[in-house]
């Protein structure tokens, strides 16, 4: 399923668990790891000295070379390393590109980001622009195995959230991973700013359970079996707790969804998954 994992790698706890991550993965199942290292002059304080720089690029291809050399020994392995001059974002996606990478693994934030209510700039701009899906990691993990076998799966009928189930039910054939598909019923009264009525409310859950039965449809057609769960509330907050209820080792979501925000930037509901769920976050191109 993913053979060629890109690694966007800047030495920080976030990145060496998304390196983890990946190379689990490839231990488990094949592939390659390509180990991506950005260095911004803009950034580092280089100014404009080429020595500078150079110095630089040499150190990264060192750490790069040491990292990778570990991977292949921890793991088992194929690791190639890149230390590149540029823009972070746009150097992952060019060389995800160039290399057919089909994942990108990176962490929720970089080296030099906060932990903070909002997602790292450069993991943000690579899931909204990325060829390939990402799966973004939030810390290391001791009890990993490469592989994961309880998915929780945010489904509303969008095509995004389509194309989420469909990876999903491709996890669970390689690893028979069980899948629970949650749909969260927003808040009528933050919507409309007023009270539901019963009638409301039931029509509101008639319309939730259509949702969720074309999901169990879906994943029928391939055949996977899956759970349904129906909440109201927060939608990002009550997938993160229905993951946790269930101690899922991964969430898997549509790039956009939920009202199908299309633009630069990524809707509320799938910034708040990626910052705040406590296992790794898959995002579906």
Same mark, same amino acid.
């Given at each position: 399923?993913?053979?060629?994992?890109?690694?966007?790698?800047?030495?920080?706890?976030?990145?060496?668990?998304?390196?983890?991550?990946?190379?689990?993965?490839?231990?488990?199942?094949?592939?390659?790891?390509?180990?991506? @290292?950005?260095?911004?002059?803009?950034?580092?304080?280089?100014?404009?000295?080429?020595?500078?720089?150079?110095?630089?690029?040499?150190?990264?291809?060192?750490?790069?070379?040491?990292?990778?050399?570990?991977?292949?020994?921890?793991?088992?392995?194929?690791?190639?390393?890149?230390?590149?001059?540029?823009?972070?974002?746009?150097?992952?996606?060019? $060389?995800?590109?160039?290399?057919?990478?089909?994942? $990108?693994?990176?962490?929720?934030?970089?080296?030099?980001?906060?932990?903070?209510?909002?997602?790292?700039?450069?993991?943000?701009?690579?899931?909204?622009?990325?060829?390939?899906?990402?799966?973004?990691?939030?810390?290391?993990?001791?009890?990993?195995?490469?592989?994961?076998?309880?998915?929780?799966?945010?489904?509303?009928?969008?095509?995004?959230?389509?194309?989420?189930?469909?990876?999903?039910?491709?996890?669970?054939?390689?690893?028979?991973?069980?899948?629970?598909?949650?749909?969260?019923?927003?808040?009528?009264?933050?919507?409309?700013?007023?009270?539901?009525?019963?009638?409301?409310?039931?029509?509101?859950?008639?319309?939730?359970?259509?949702?969720?039965?074309?999901?169990?449809?879906?994943?029928?057609?391939?055949?996977?079996?899956?759970?349904?769960?129906?909440?109201?509330?927060?939608?990002?907050?009550?997938?993160?707790?229905?993951?946790?209820? @269930?101690?899922?080792?991964?969430?898997?979501?549509?790039?956009?969804?939920?009202?199908?925000?299309?633009?630069?930037?990524?809707?509320?509901?799938?910034?708040?998954?990626?910052?705040?769920?406590?296992?790794?976050?898959?995002?579906?191109?």
């Amino acid at each position: 399923m993913y053979k060629n994992i890109l690694v966007a790698f800047d030495d920080s706890e976030f990145s060496k668990a998304a390196l983890k991550e990946a190379s689990l993965w490839v231990m488990k199942h094949g592939g390659k790891v390509i180990l991506v @290292h950005a260095v911004n002059p803009n950034r580092e304080g280089f100014g404009i000295s080429k020595t500078n720089l150079k110095g630089h690029l040499e150190k990264a291809k060192k750490l790069c070379d040491k990292t990778g050399e570990a991977a292949k020994s921890d793991f088992g392995i194929d690791i190639e390393s890149l230390a590149i001059e540029g823009e972070p974002s746009d150097i992952i996606l060019d $060389i995800a590109r160039e290399k057919k990478a089909d994942l $990108i693994s990176m962490g929720t934030y970089g080296k030099r980001s906060l932990k903070r209510l909002i997602l790292g700039s450069v993991t943000s701009h690579v899931v909204v622009n990325s060829p390939c899906d990402v799966l973004v990691v939030k810390k290391y993990c001791s009890e990993c195995i490469g592989r994961y076998d309880s998915i929780t799966l945010p489904f509303d009928g969008s095509e995004f959230s389509k194309k989420a189930l469909n990876r999903a039910c491709q996890l669970s054939k390689i690893d028979n991973a069980g899948i629970t598909a949650v749909y969260v019923i927003p808040r009528y009264e933050e919507m409309v700013e007023f009270f539901m009525t019963d009638l409301i409310k039931e029509s509101l859950m008639k319309e939730s359970r259509k949702i969720m039965d074309a999901a169990v449809k879906i994943a029928e057609e391939q055949g996977v079996s899956i759970k349904t769960e129906i909440f109201e509330g927060h939608v990002g907050d009550k997938i993160i707790e229905a993951s946790d209820k @269930h101690k899922n080792n991964l969430i898997v979501i549509g790039t956009y969804g939920w009202r199908g925000i299309n633009k630069a930037i990524m809707g509320s509901t799938s910034e708040r998954i990626l910052i705040n769920a406590t296992c790794p976050v898959l995002v579906v191109r």
